[in-house]
């Protein structure tokens, strides 16, 4: 059957026959469903605000707590991946409601990825804070706080990033 779309249409990657989908969709069979991709941005901002406070609490217990709760976070969204987060789950409910339909889907395996990033980042800090290397929390949200912006300011996921370039050397390897 002729492809019956204009070019100036999008098609989400799950509704593509399997010899027209991307390089990096052929990882699995059936791709998962997309998910919108403005999401793990809003979820980026609301992680990139609470990392900027622990930074602005230095290394205390505070700054320690409120790291952990990140941590958490983040481990929900490597769990359920990011459309299944906390963040994720306010998105939906106060933010995409008010946005127009996406153009276009994006593949939620790159973001869950970033987001078991984020999850080692940050239970590195906590772990380290919680026996005594106090700079470890500064640190570690740091970083975190860093990808956290990229993504939210300018759409960079730094952990998308590394996830494809996975996929690339694993292709390679094949």
Same mark, same amino acid.
């Given at each position: 059957m002729p492809d019956q779309t204009t070019p100036d249409q999008t098609v989400p990657d799950h509704a593509l026959p399997d010899h027209v989908l991307p390089?990096?969709?052929r990882t699995t069979p059936h791709p998962p469903t997309g998910i919108d *991709? +403005?999401?793990p941005r809003v979820g980026a901002a609301i992680t990139a605000l609470l990392l900027a406070t622990t930074l602005l609490l230095g290394t205390g217990t505070a700054a320690l707590v409120l790291l952990a709760v990140i941590a958490a976070l983040f481990l929900v969204g490597t769990v359920r991946g990011a459309q299944g987060s906390v963040q994720g789950r306010l998105f939906r409910a106060f933010v995409q409601p008010r946005l127009a339909p996406p153009t276009e889907l994006e593949d939620p395996r790159p *973001? +869950?990825?970033?987001q078991g990033v984020g999850l080692v980042i940050t239970g590195l800090g906590v772990l380290l804070g919680a026996v005594g290397v106090g700079a470890a929390i500064p640190t570690a949200a740091a970083?975190?706080?860093v990808a956290a912006f990229l993504?939210?300011?300018f759409g960079l996921c730094?952990?998308?990033e590394l996830?494809?370039?996975g996929?690339?050397?694993?292709?390679?390897?094949?």
């Open positions: 390089d990096h969709s *991709p +403005r999401g *973001p +869950r990825f970033a970083f975190a706080l993504n939210s300011v730094l952990g998308c996830y494809l370039l996929l690339r050397l694993r292709s390679r390897e094949a």
